[in-house]
C-alpha cells in the first residue's frame, strides 16, 4: 500500500502541487509519511484541523494553486468544513484528503467512524473515493485517475476545494528502513478554455454597448491584477463608471469608493440620477449592502456578469446576460470600442464620492479614539503590503474608507463571511507571500481563532492590528438587535480578555494602544519592525465606536443635502 500512496502523491507533484498542511493522526500516516518524505513537497503539521484549514486556504490563494489538506478519520474531517466552505465560495483550490475506516465498518461502533463519504456536500467541486486496497491493477488505474482528476477539477477553469476520502486498513505504518519504490504513474493533463467570444456575438454586444449613455462596471472580490487595472483605467477615461469595495483590489484614478455610505444617504431622486443604463459585473461577493439594496431597487435596464463559471449569478436580480468569457479579455475589448457616453453621468457619481470622501478626512483627524478614526488612520499609513481582513466590522470600518496605496493587496474571506479563520488565512498568507502582511481583525474573530499560533513557524512578516472592545460591537451597528433588552446577553460575546499574555506565550512583539497619539507614535515604527510577529491591541469602547459610526452617516446626510 504504502508504495502506491507515494505513487499518488508524486502524481500531485507532477501537477505542480508543492504544499501540504498536515493534521497528525494515525489512520492518515500513509499519506503523511507520503508527503513528508516527497521531494518536490513542503509540508506543515498544525494540531488544530480549523486552523489547519485556514492556513492552507490562505497558502493556496497566494500560490494560486491547490494546496493539500490531510487529517485522520471521524470528526477531524468535520473541522474542515468552514475552510472548506470558505474555499468554495472563493474559488481557492484545496484538496482535501481524510483518512477513513474501510467500508465494512460504517455504523458499526467502531471509534473514530464517521460517515465520510460526500462530508462537504455541496461546498467542493467534487468528491471522490479511493479503493479500498490495490490489489488488482484496475484499482490502481482507478485510484490514480481519481487523483488526477482531483488535481485538474480544484485549478480548472474555476478553481475550488477537491474532496478525496481515503479508506486504509492497518497496518498504517511502513517498516523501520522503508524507501518508496518508483511505480510507473499516469499524469493526465488538461487545456483550458479561453473564453473567446465569436465575432458575430461581439459585434451584436458592441452594438448594445455604443448605444448605452450611463454605463457601470461594478468589480466584485478580486485578486489585484495590474493590468486588469490599466484596461479599467482606460474604460475610465470614457467616462464609463467604474466601482469597487476595497476587497476588489482595483486601483483606478477616478473609480468610486464611497458607495456604501453616499448610497445610503441620498434621497430616491438623487439616486434615481444614478441609475444605469448598462451595468457590467465581474468578481465575487460585494460588501456594500447599501450598493446592493439600491441596484435591485433601480435595476440596469441591462445587466451582464462575465464569469466563466456555470452559475448563473444574479446578484442584483436584473440579469440580462451571463458572459462565460475571461474578465480581462472581454474588457479589453470593451475598451477598444469608441462611444460617446453621457459625461454628467459619471460626474454624479464622482461628486457623491468626493463629498463623502471629505467627510471621512475630517472624521480622520478626530482626537477621539473609536475604530473608524483608528481605521483611517491606519490604512493611510500601509504601504507596499498584503492587508488582511477580517470579517464583521474590520471590514466595513475598511470599506466605508476603500483608499489604499497602489501596491497593497487586500485580501478577506468574504466566501462565507465568517470570523472563523480570519488569522489563519492571514498567517497562511504570509507564510507564503514572504512580503509584509498586516490582518486588520477585531477582537471575537481574533479570539475565537487564537489557535492559529499553535503551529511551530508563525511568520515574522505577520503583524495583526486587533481592535478590542471587549465583545465586538457590530450588533450596535444594526437596526433590529440593538434594539432588543438582550443584547449583551444574547448577541454580543462580552469578555474581559486581552491579547497580551498570547503574544508573550508565542514571543510576539505586543503593544497596547489607548489613544489617538499613541497610535500615530507608535504605529509607523511597530509595522515595519521586522525583529517578529507582533499584535497591536488598540483599546476601544462599543458605544463609542457606534455612536463614531451614527455621526459620519449623519454628517455624509447633511452635507450631501446642502450640496
Avoid at 493522526?25 to 489547519?52: K, M, Q, V, Y
Wanted: some cysteine.
Amino acid at each position: 500500500m504504502f508504495d502506491h500512496i507515494f505513487s499518488f502523491v508524486d502524481i500531485l507533484a507532477q501537477h505542480g502541487i508543492s504544499h501540504a498542511v498536515i493534521s497528525p493522526g494515525s489512520r492518515n500516516a500513509p499519506l503523511s509519511l507520503a508527503f513528508s518524505r516527497h521531494s518536490s513537497i513542503t509540508t506543515s503539521t498544525i494540531a488544530d484541523e480549523r486552523t489547519a484549514g485556514f492556513t492552507a486556504l490562505g497558502m493556496a490563494e497566494q500560490l494560486d494553486k491547490p494546496v493539500i489538506l490531510v487529517c485522520t478519520s471521524g470528526s477531524a474531517a468535520y473541522n474542515y468544513a468552514p475552510a472548506v466552505a470558505e474555499a468554495y465560495f472563493r474559488r481557492i483550490p484545496l484538496i482535501i484528503m481524510t483518512a477513513d475506516r474501510p467500508p465494512e465498518w460504517i455504523d458499526q461502533l467502531d471509534g473514530q467512524t464517521i460517515r465520510q463519504k460526500d462530508i462537504f456536500g455541496k461546498h467542493v467541486k467534487a468528491s471522490f473515493t479511493l479503493p479500498d486496497d490495490f490489489d488488482h491493477s484496475d484499482k490502481v488505474w482507478h485510484a490514480q485517475r481519481i487523483i488526477n482528476q482531483a488535481a485538474l477539477i480544484s485549478e480548472g477553469e474555476v478553481k475550488g476545494p477537491v474532496h478525496i476520502n481515503c479508506p486504509f486498513r492497518e497496518p498504517f505504518y511502513p517498516a523501520k528502513d522503508w524507501k518508496p519504490k518508483n511505480l510507473p504513474i499516469q499524469v493526465i493533463d488538461s487545456v483550458e478554455n479561453t473564453g473567446n467570444l465569436s465575432d458575430e456575438y461581439l459585434t451584436e454586444l458592441k452594438g448594445r454597448f455604443v448605444t448605452a449613455e450611463q454605463v457601470v462596471i461594478l468589480i466584485g472580490q478580486n485578486q489585484y491584477d495590474e493590468e486588469l487595472n490599466k484596461v479599467l483605467s482606460i474604460l475610465s477615461r470614457k467616462k464609463v463608471v467604474i466601482i469597487g469595495d476595497v476587497v476588489s483590489n482595483i486601483s483606478v484614478k477616478d473609480s468610486i469608493k464611497h458607495q456604501d455610505l453616499f448610497l445610503g444617504a441620498l434621497s430616491e431622486n438623487g439616486k434615481k440620477v444614478l441609475k444605469p443604463d448598462l451595468l457590467i459585473t465581474f468578481g465575487l461577493s460585494i460588501i456594500s449592502k447599501n450598493l446592493k439594496l439600491f441596484l435591485r431597487s433601480f435595476k440596469a435596464n441591462e445587466h451582464w456578469h462575465i464569469d466563466r463559471s456555470e452559475s448563473i449569478v444574479d446578484t442584483f436580480q436584473s440579469l440580462n446576460l451571463h458572459i462565460k468569457a475571461s474578465p480581462l479579455l472581454f474588457l479589453k475589448w470593451l475598451a477598444s470600442i469608441e462611444k460617446n457616453v453621457n459625461t454628467k453621468y459619471l460626474e454624479s457619481w464622482k461628486e457623491q464620492d468626493d463629498i463623502t470622501n471629505q467627510v471621512l478626512s475630517e472624521f480622520r483627524k478626530q482626537n477621539q479614539l473609536n475604530e473608524l478614526v483608528a481605521t483611517g488612520i491606519i490604512l493611510e499609513k500601509l504601504n507596499d503590503c498584503d492587508v488582511y481582513l477580517a470579517n464583521s466590522m474590520a471590514i466595513r470600518w475598511a470599506n466605508f474608507y476603500n483608499t489604499l496605496h497602489q501596491n497593497v493587496r487586500v485580501f478577506c474571506n468574504r466566501g462565507t463571511s465568517g470570523i472563523d479563520g480570519c488569522t489563519s488565512t492571514a498567517l497562511g498568507g504570509a507564510s507564503i507571500s514572504g512580503k509584509p502582511t498586516v490582518l486588520i481583525t477585531g477582537d471575537v474573530a481574533f479570539f475565537y481563532d487564537r489557535n492559529a499560533f499553535w503551529q511551530n513557524h508563525i511568520p515574522e512578516n505577520l503583524k495583526i492590528v486587533l481592535f478590542n472592545n471587549s465583545g465586538g460591537g457590530i450588533f450596535r451597528m444594526i437596526k433590529g438587535p440593538r434594539d432588543q433588552e438582550e443584547l449583551e446577553d444574547v448577541f454580543e460575546s462580552t469578555h474581559n480578555l486581552t491579547a497580551k499574555y498570547l503574544a508573550d506565550e508565542y514571543g510576539l512583539d505586543y503593544r497596547s494602544i489607548n489613544s489617538v497619539n499613541a497610535l500615530k507614535e507608535e504605529f509607523t515604527e511597530w509595522v515595519n519592525s521586522t525583529k517578529s510577529a507582533g499584535i497591536m491591541e488598540i483599546f476601544t469602547d462599543k458605544e463609542d465606536n457606534r455612536k463614531s459610526l451614527e455621526e459620519l452617516k449623519s454628517t455624509v446626510q447633511s452635507t450631501l443635502l446642502t450640496q
